[in-house]
């Protein structure tokens, strides 16, 4: 048991470029959620997926889109990265009306 | 929507000492509050959660008090550790389904 799991854990972008980070987990949790992580603003929601085949924006979706490919995975995908968009990325899920969220490792994006 | 401020940002204590972060919250009708920590480099990780219905909770050197009326929430570490030295972030879970709002975490330092 894994726990929930993200790809990379670590990528350097040129201005423009485009990637996909990934997220898994093999819990079975419905929802799940991308936080970006910078100094001083703690942590914030991105997208949310409540379930399989739903998405919903957080609180700073400007530049990412998401993808709820199934119930195990949730990609976020940064079509045109920017300098802004450096942060360090964590995936989260929970089960079902719980409330205690697990949190991925991170992936920490560098964008130039 | 939900909006949570955390305070100290710093807090330096002396191993032994007491340490205590506060958290308040605009949203009267959220019920849930948790508590996570984070090492360097690290996930963040749940330690202690408290519900609306409940105005403290104990476990072992760790307690979160909850006042419903001013709307704010506390974690107070007893007998403090250098391990204990980590980011602590609190949480508030407003109206909307599963979603955290996360206060801007306290770098807690711990010296020997």
């Known amino acids: 048991n894994a726990g929930v799991t993200q790809t990379p854990k670590f990528q350097v972008l040129k201005t423009g470029q485009s990637m996909t980070l990934q997220c898994a987990q093999d819990?079975?949790?419905?929802?799940m959620y991308w936080y970006r992580q910078d100094p001083g603003m703690g942590l914030r929601l991105i997208y949310y997926s409540a379930s399989e085949g739903t998405t919903d924006k957080g609180e700073v979706p400007n530049g990412y889109n998401v993808s709820r490919l199934n119930k195990r995975e949730f990609s976020l995908r940064l079509e045109s990265a920017a300098p802004s968009q450096t942060s360090v990325y964590f995936c989260a899920s929970i089960q079902g009306w719980a409330e205690t969220q697990y949190f991925g490792p991170g992936t920490r994006l560098l964008v130039l | 929507g939900e909006n949570v401020e955390q305070h100290p940002s710093t807090l330096s204590v002396q191993e032994g000492d007491s340490a205590v972060i506060k958290c308040t919250y605009s949203d009267s009708a959220s019920n849930y509050f948790p508590w996570y920590k984070q090492e360097l480099g690290k996930r963040p990780q749940l330690i202690i959660d408290?519900?609306?219905?409940?105005g403290e909770k104990k476990d072992q050197r760790i307690a979160v008090t909850l006042n419903k009326t001013a709307k704010h929430f506390s974690l107070h570490i007893t007998e403090t550790q250098p391990e204990d030295s980590a980011v602590y972030f609190c949480?508030?879970?407003?109206?909307?389904?599963?979603?955290?709002?996360f206060g801007t975490g306290t770098r807690l330092l711990v010296s020997p």
């Open positions: 819990m079975n949790h419905n929802s």
């Open positions: 949480a508030a879970k407003g109206t909307g389904f599963q979603k955290l709002v």
């Open positions: 408290i519900r609306s219905n409940v």
